[in-house]
Nanobody
């Protein structure tokens, strides 16, 4: 069984930065994709960013230019750096690990941005 443990969420002032981490444990095969999604109250879950085990990155339109995703394949860990945070970034952020056969989600970590 694969488990995803997220950390780094919290309350941040507008204009600040945040770094989220997600560590995956269990039997994990490659290739795969690790990423972050977010869901704000009353809205659908949306992609923030993802990165393949080969290093290809994809960013959501709403965060392009403000977000950097990276991963450590040896530790099965993915990181998300978010800069210039605004109230619109307030959401629960979910870590995701998937390949063509399976799809795992973390429990989510709350990010709240105060104006």
């Amino acid at each position: 069984q694969v488990q995803l443990v997220e950390s780094g969420g919290g309350l941040v002032q507008a204009g600040g930065s945040l770094r989220l981490s997600c560590a995956a444990s269990g039997t994990i095969s490659s290739p795969n994709v690790m990423g972050w999604y977010r869901q704000a109250p009353g809205k659908e879950r949306e992609l923030v960013a993802s990165v393949t085990s080969g290093g290809s990155r994809n960013y959501g339109d709403s965060v392009k230019g403000r977000v950097t995703i990276s991963r450590d394949n040896a530790k099965n860990t993915v990181f998300l750096q978010i800069d210039s945070l605004g109230p619109e970034d307030t959401a629960v952020y979910y870590c995701n690990l998937r390949n063509r056969f399976w799809n795992y989600w973390g429990q989510g970590t709350q990010v709240a941005v105060s104006s």
